[in-house]
């Protein structure tokens, strides 16, 4: 903890593009990671509250807290002030939000009605195109939204982005095959 308070004083007031430079803690599910350190939300919460520096955030990424815990809506409700990014990925095989046991529209009408406004990154491994993919998970975003903010074309509330998709998907990305959508 008291490392993390250190690098916190080292980045306070530092940002990248306008925006504050941030500390992402992120827990893991021990099956698939068992020397890792930090398996639990809850003590990640923990830490993010006993440094109390507002560049250190949580990373809640909802595959690692399924796998271990589960409740990810309660989770999200009593703890989306110290949320600064959201990974997304279904279980069981960590692929795209609908292949699962992971209710995704509801978690997404959930953050709208906490007004999440931080980035949510897809960070699944895809079962087809990536760039289809990638699509169709982002529209599961647009069904889930309000009305009103489905009108607008895009999940007006959040970023959806592209992070963690194979290489062959950046390229494509990057050559004009695909260009994502900021809200």
């Known amino acids: 903890m008291e490392t993390l308070k250190r690098a916190a ?10 925006q504050p430079v941030r500390l992402l803690l992120e827990c893991l599910h021990l ?3 068992p020397h890792y350190y930090l398996t639990s939300a809850i003590e990640a919460i ?3 509250g006993k440094v109390n520096h507002p560049q250190v955030q949580f990373l809640y990424d909802i595959y690692h807290e399924q796998m271990s815990f589960g409740q990810l809506i309660v989770k999200l409700e009593k703890h989306i002030d110290v949320i600064g990014l959201i990974h997304i990925a279904d279980v069981p095989g960590r692929h795209e939000p609908g292949t699962g046991e992971i209710n995704y529209a509801n978690i997404y009408r959930k953050l ?5 406004r ?7 491994l895809p079962t087809d195109d990536e760039v289809t993919t990638l699509r169709a998970a982002r529209e599961i975003v647009r069904r889930a939204a309000r009305p009103e903010e489905a009108a607008c074309g895009s999940f007006c509330l959040m970023r959806l982005v592209l992070y963690q998709m194979t290489t062959r998907a950046i390229a494509r990305i990057r050559n ?3 260009r994502a959508e900021r809200a």
């Open 176 to 178: 004009g095959g695909y």
């Open 31 to 33: 099956e698939g990671n």
């Open 118 to 124: 931080r980035t949510v990154a897809m960070e699944f």
């Open 9 to 18: 004083a080292l980045v306070e007031g530092q940002q990248i593009n306008g």
């Open 46 to 48: 923990e830490i993010v």
């Open 112 to 116: 709208v009605e906490l007004n999440y």
